[in-house]
């Protein structure tokens, strides 16, 4: 029987050098769509989750917890959201990087920071509204969960018989052995106490019928079972479910685009001018936009219409990116 053992991303983000290489390594949905530009109604990422979460529309002044951040874009965009309207916004990432640039794009008595691993942080306070983007993926996952005498990997025996009596807990069993989403578990445990009465809660996550591993620069992560997530947050006794793709919820434009992560030629045209100190802005774009960028930053070519239709040939589908990821918001 395979061993069971728990797979941790905490020292790799512990580790990042500069909160921009975060999304340089692993772009996600949010900053790809964060000018609405290839959403049919040009509502950028973050506006769209303001308006589901009904954020600009509430009485009173919102309290608003983000967990992993990142670079803050989507709050960026739920601020504006807000208008003139007071609030209070806490980040908690791991992140000693990102939480040190997101203090100086964030300044000012209406913004909290907490840095470290938000499920092991003490929270004494209730929020209106939690956001937690593409993170579930990041929390440990018990990789090979079997319920009958499994082999364990030494030092994670405490982590499995946890994960072993939440499994139970919550109704999840492990007929063959498989891969558990301990951490969004724990995750959701915890955010479900810091909610307000009333409150909100918002996760997007890239998921699967049950949690496979993804290979990214420096560390695995394991994708989100959504179904099981759900079926947790109806033992919490949160008043309202809803989700779906979030191809549905941004309303993403059927569009090819560029983007230098997802083509190999292009990432390594981005680490090129990246060590020659141009920061290429990661989104997608049309094909004869990069040529245009590429040529303002001297590179000469041999076709130009060539090269442009080579990079339309490869270009991706914005929807099948978005059609693996799922979103839910859990009212309590
Ligand atoms: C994939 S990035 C997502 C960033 C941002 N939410 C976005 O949509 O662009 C994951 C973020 O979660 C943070 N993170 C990972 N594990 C965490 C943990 N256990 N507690 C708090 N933050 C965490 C990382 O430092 C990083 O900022």
């Known amino acids: 029987m395979a061993e069971v053992y728990v797979n941790h991303t905490e020292n790799y ?14 772009l996600t949905v949010s900053h790809l769509f964060r000018s609405g530009r290839f959403t049919k109604t040009g509502v950028p990422y973050g506006q769209v989750v303001a ?29 504006n959201a807000l208008e003139q309207k007071d609030f209070h916004y806490t980040f908690a990432d791991i992140s000693y990087d990102a939480v040190g640039s997101l203090k100086k794009r964030f300044r000012g008595g209406c913004f909290s920071f907490i840095t470290g691993d938000f499920l092991k942080e003490k929270l004494s306070e209730k929020f209106d509204f ?29 982590t499995y018989f946890d994960a072993l009596s939440l499994a139970k807990f919550y109704g999840l069993s492990f007929v063959k052995p498989a891969n558990f989403n301990y951490g969004a578990v724990k995750f959701l445990e915890k955010a479900r106490a810091s909610l307000a009465d009333g409150g909100k809660m918002f996760v997007c996550e890239h998921a699967s019928s049950t949690p496979q591993r993804i290979g990214v620069f420096g560390h695995a992560e394991y994708t989100i079972d959504f179904a099981a997530l759900s079926k947790v947050a109806e033992k919490l006794r949160f008043r309202s479910t809803e989700g779906g793709s979030l191809t549905e919820l941004l309303g993403v434009q059927d569009k090819k685009a560029v983007i230098f992560y997802t083509q190999p030629e292009l990432k390594m045209l981005y680490n090129f001018f990246k060590d020659q100190g141009t920061l290429l802005d990661q989104k997608p774009y049309e094909a004869d936009e990069v040529v245009a960028i ?13 090269y442009a239709s080579f990079l339309e040939s490869r270009a991706k589908s914005l929807r099948a990116i978005t059609g693996q990821f799922e979103y839910l918001i859990l009212g309590a």
């Open 294 to 306: 590429l040529e303002q930053n001297e590179v000469c070519f041999y076709n130009k219409k060539a």
């Open 13 to 26: 983000y512990k580790c990042v050098s500069s909160a921009s290489e975060l999304m340089d390594n692993e």
């Open 130 to 158: 939690i956001i937690c983007n593409e993170v579930l993926a990041d929390f440990p996952t018990v990789v090979n969960m079997a319920f009958y005498r499994p082999k364990i990997r030494e030092g994670d025996a405490e």
């Open 51 to 79: 308006s589901k979460l009904g954020i600009p529309a509430f009485s009173g002044n919102p309290r608003i917890l983000e967990v992993g951040p990142g670079l803050g874009d989507v709050a960026q965009e739920i601020i």
